[in-house]
């Protein structure tokens, strides 16, 4: 050996000399459990040798090379057949940061016998370092060897196992603890109970946590998380009150828990006490538990409190900024919320998605889309809540181009496309009109839950595809989804969009026969509907009556809508005297009887009714009209001047009008409730936004691009008309959806068939 090594090998040696006896402190100190030296020659064997203690030797060993130097010299000297020498050296593979678990397996393999204590060291490696299987199948193998596992191998077992291998092997687990005899043991119990609340068997976890009656905050926090994770924030509650009576007094996290619960549950009162309860124990928080507070009050809605912990924050994160800024776009405060955003010293993708989110709760969603657009010029990769957003934001446009565009971002991205994704791309296909790429979308889902389902059924009713909605009904239930109240709703609009008096009634009282669903008022709206655009108009009227539930302005509206269709101002009037008792500044009933008025020719009745809004300060909403061209989203307005091609768009209006003329057009002034003359009226209905937008689509997009428009309001009866005819003289397919439904403007006929 070169003399420069003489002095490592020395050390080296010395050390491994009365390895042996200190291994024996380092597994008593490991098991808990006092083991006896079982052979005596060896450390006297090296009496002369200076002492080295083996946490030294522990301490001074960093990596798997230097253990493998000392594993090598204890081959050497003739010590590596003690198993209390091979048991230290599996140790550190299996604890220490730098351990290597197939370096312990190599070395577990070769001995004969090994004991317990080695098998729990192996498994609490393998879960350790990421390797649940691996530890499962030790614990297996040491089954199918007879060796008793004790009250440390479920602890070490249970800690690494994932949500999936614990749904899976978890009760079975349980039962040989029962079966060894170690089921009432603290620790087992405590494994258990953490065991069962990560994988969300929060019954489970609670029945092992009444088992034993100390348990100490920890095991609390554990239990009051699971809850939490699942959603029972109610029993979360209620365990936090069952632990304050028990004497348990809560930390940090308790408390952080406990706001979370707060938050969800909007409990204001609750939240307050807790915040009381910090000030009167003097408890210093951190930056968690302000947090914590800052999302309660926002989500209880008291942004003056949320404020007073936010501006007296040392360093609030960006958490904190972005509780404040969703705070206020949830309360629709949307400028207050913006100007925090905009004051924040760094941004994640949670609080772009939260200012995004709250563009689209306000019905901003032109601002919605160009924030994400900001968004990406900033550099921060959304995830996939912030996809689903923008979304949402694309489907209330119908801007479907910059939805496509969405959907290869997604994909090029590599961002987690979930059913929720996916589900939003369907929602946003179906609301732009685009029914062959929605069904497309639904085929190539590999998980599909209630709500992709619904989403088909609503979305195939809404634009006239009710043979398919009902079919696709049969599909949910073949594939043993249960419907919700909403899926109905699409079912009975399937119904009410092609005349299905008979059907609808079967699927309505389906919905308690088979469903257990008892009908809320929206599906009585959905009936009478029905009737009422079917003609049986009594029969709508004797269904109000009827209603378990007191009927709101959606079901007086639904009968209203029918009243216009069929020309009964009588009823019209009746049905909204009972809306403006409830609502008395709906400026829409106002409108819509004016419109009846107009279509019955009582003219003196309509100009009273005018008055009436005149006097109540009541006005008309006007119709808006938007249209996508080349990822652009164009509003109009009835008469809008304001585009900067106006001048070229009343230039093809006019001839547009002159030319389907030529082939039958006649204006339909039966809906102009102004009393003025009939060209008066006929230059007003040529200015309403659809036709302004339909003429802008044809400047500006090429032969037979479909012309996609979104509208406020109900589509008139004329500028119905008028599309029937473009579709067919300009060969190109409209498609407008309206307050109501889309209709689908094909060689001069519509899809609704002339009923909406």
Not at 54 to 75: A, V
Not at 405 to 411: F, G, L, Q, S
Request: aromatic content about 10%; charged content about 20%.
């Amino acid at each position: 050996m070169p003399p420069s090594l003489l002095p490592r090998a020395h050390l080296i040696h010395s050390q491994i000399s009365f390895l042996y006896s200190h291994v024996i402190n380092f597994k008593n100190k490991f098991s808990e459990t006092p083991v006896m030296p079982t052979n005596f020659s060896l450390v006297s064997h090296f009496d002369s040798i200076e002492k080295q203690p083996l946490s030294l030797l522990l301490d001074r060993c960093q990596s798997m090379e230097q253990l493998k130097q000392i594993h090598s010299q204890t081959i050497t000297i003739g010590v590596i057949s003690y198993p209390v020498v091979v048991t230290n050296v599996i140790a550190f593979c299996c604890i220490h940061e730098s351990g290597d678990m197939k370096y312990a397996r190599h070395l577990f393999d070769t001995i004969p016998n090994p004991t317990v204590f080695l098998w729990n060291t192996m498994i609490k490696g393998y879960s350790k370092m990421g390797y649940p299987e691996s530890g499962f199948s030790v614990y297996l193998e040491m089954l199918r060897r007879n060796v008793k596992p004790d009250c440390y191998t479920f602890p070490f077992l249970l800690k690494g196992l994932t949500r999936e291998l614990s749904l899976g092997c978890g009760k079975g687990l349980h039962s040989h603890v029962v079966k060894y005899g170690i089921h009432t043991n603290l620790f087992v119990q405590k494994a258990f109970v953490h065991m069962y609340s990560l994988c969300g068997l929060v019954d489970m976890a609670r029945g092992v946590f009444d088992m034993n009656c100390t348990w100490e905050v920890v095991t609390w926090n554990v239990m009051i998380s699971g809850y939490n994770r699942v959603k029972q924030f109610h029993k979360s509650k209620k365990l936090s009150e069952e632990m304050e009576k028990k004497g348990v007094p809560p930390n940090l996290i308790t408390l952080v828990l406990i706001l979370s619960a707060c938050s969800k549950l909007k409990d204001l009162d609750g939240g307050k006490r807790i915040k009381n309860y910090i000030k009167e124990q003097k408890i210093e928080p951190n930056l968690t538990l302000e947090n914590a507070l800052i999302d309660m009050f926002t989500a209880c809605g008291d942004m003056d409190a949320a404020l007073g912990i936010f501006e007296n924050m040392t360093t609030p994160d960006v958490i904190s900024w972005t509780s404040v800024v969703t705070g206020f776009s949830s309360s629709g405060q949307i400028d207050l919320a913006r100007e925090y955003f905009d004051k924040m010293p760094g941004r994640d993708y949670v609080s772009w998605t939260a200012m995004i989110d709250g563009y689209i709760r306000v019905n901003r969603f032109k601002e919605a889309l160009a924030l994400f657009r900001e968004m990406q010029t900033s550099n921060v990769k959304p995830d996939e809540f912030t996809m689903v957003s923008v979304l949402t934001a694309c489907a209330h446009l119908g801007a479907l181009e910059v939805g496509e565009w969405i959907r290869t971002y997604i994909d090029k991205n590599r961002i987690k496309n979930d059913t929720f994704v996916g589900n939003a791309l369907i929602d946003m296909y179906f609301k732009c009109g685009n029914v062959e790429k929605a069904k497309g979308m639904f085929k190539e889902m590999h998980q599909r839950d209630k709500f992709t389902w619904t989403a088909m059924i609503v979305g195939l009713a809404v634009n006239g595809y009710s043979e398919e909605a009902h079919n696709m009904f049969s599909d949910m239930l073949k594939a043993s989804v249960a419907p919700d109240e909403i899926t109905y709703i699409g079912v009975l609009c399937a119904c009410t969009h092609n005349g299905l008096v008979d059907k609808g009634w079967e699927f309505f009282a389906s919905m308690t026969t088979q469903h257990g669903i008892q009908p809320n008022v929206a599906h009585y709206g959905c009936m009478v509907d029905l009737l009422g655009r079917a003609g049986h108009l009594k029969e709508a009227y004797k269904v109000i009556q009827n209603m378990p539930l007191k009927p709101n302005s959606i079901v007086w509206g639904a009968l209203l809508g029918a009243c216009r269709v069929h020309k009964d101002a009588e009823l019209a009037e009746m049905a909204a005297k009972q809306i403006l008792e409830l609502e008395p500044h709906n400026g829409a009933v106002y409108v819509l009887l004016c419109n009846i008025y107009a279509a019955c020719k009582r003219w003196e009745s309509l100009r009273d009714v005018r008055k009436v809004m005149m006097d109540r300060g009541i006005k008309k909403t006007p119709g808006c009209s938007m249209i996508e061209m080349n990822g652009i989203v164009h509003e109009f307005v009835a008469g809008d001047q304001s585009h900067p091609q106006s001048k070229k768009i009343y230039a093809k209006l006019e001839e547009m009008v002159s030319e389907l003329k030529f082939v039958g057009y006649s204006p339909d002034t039966s809906e102009v409730f102004l009393d003025i003359g009939e060209e008066d009226k006929e230059s007003t209905l040529y200015q309403h936004s659809e036709k302004l937008a339909i003429a802008y689509a044809l400047i500006s997009s090429g032969p037979g691009v479909i012309i996609r428009i979104v509208k406020n309001l109900r589509m008139c009866v004329d500028c119905h008309h008028m599309a029937k005819l473009v579709s067919e003289l300009y060969t190109r397919e409209v498609i407008v959806r309206d307050r109501t439904r889309f209709h689908h403007f094909r060689n001069g006929s519509c899809s609704c068939n002339d009923f909406w």
